[in-house]
Antibody
């Protein structure tokens, strides 16, 4: 059974940093791209970052480019999202997602809440 | 960025009814479209990929169709467990973009 378990969320002040982790199990982690997708409270979904299975390439939308960094440790089956210079508009539930080669997101974690507020 | 416009934003239907949700892309996305279902308080789940391919374990009353810029999700014989928010997403070009969602409720 595929499982994705996110940790690391919480309350953080604007301008500060936070790092999310996602431990994957139930599939061969290094065979799959992985992504982060977020959902602001009561709002829709927004793709945040993707990384290829080897970790050699990463992709971001303009809204987080230069502030967020996605990475992975294939030996530990763990995906990360380093978030710097956080803004109030980054407040959201962040989902770790298994990514089918950059096309669709076929498994989602339970999500972790990040609140950016002073 | 490719804009994805879903309609309607909300929908109320009766048990056993057939419902259709539309998704319009601002340019041709060549069937690179996925549909997700988000039940209340839960994470989204993949329903349909490549516009019309049913994900494993998804009931056959769900179907997807469309091409070019126009796509639809059809639910036959609506069940109570189908109460959810449905999102479309294009995967043709970066950044991947989602529709605003369609909230489906029971009448």
């Amino acid at each position: 059974e595929v499982q994705l378990v996110e940790t690391g969320g919480g309350l953080v002040q604007p301008g500060r940093s936070l790092k999310l982790s996602c431990v994957a199990s139930g599939f061969t982690f290094n065979n799959y791209w992985m992504s982060w997708t977020r959902q602001a409270p009561g709002k829709g979904l927004e793709w945040v970052a993707s990384i290829t299975n080897s970790g050699g390439s990463t992709y971001y939308p303009d809204s987080v480019k230069g502030r967020f960094t996605i990475s992975r440790d294939n030996a530990q089956n763990t995906l990360y999202l380093q978030m710097n210079s956080l803004r109030s508009e980054d407040t959201a539930t962040y989902y770790c997602t298994r990514d089918y080669d950059g096309y669709y997101l076929d498994y989602w974690g339970q999500g972790v809440m990040v609140t950016v507020s002073s | 960025d490719i804009q994805m416009t879903q309609s309607p934003a909300s929908l109320s239907a009766s048990l056993g009814e057939t419902v259709t949700i539309e998704c319009l892309a601002s340019e041709d996305i060549y069937s690179n479209l996925a549909w997700y279902q988000q039940k209340p308080g839960k994470s989204p789940q993949l329903l349909i990929y490549y516009a019309n391919s049913l994900n494993d374990g998804v009931p056959s009353r769900f179907s997807g169709s469309g091409s070019g810029t126009q796509y639809s999700l059809k639910i036959n014989s609506l069940q109570s467990e189908d109460v959810s928010i449905y999102f479309c997403q294009q995967n043709y070009d970066s950044p991947r973009t989602f529709g605003g969602g369609t909230k489906l409720e029971l009448k």
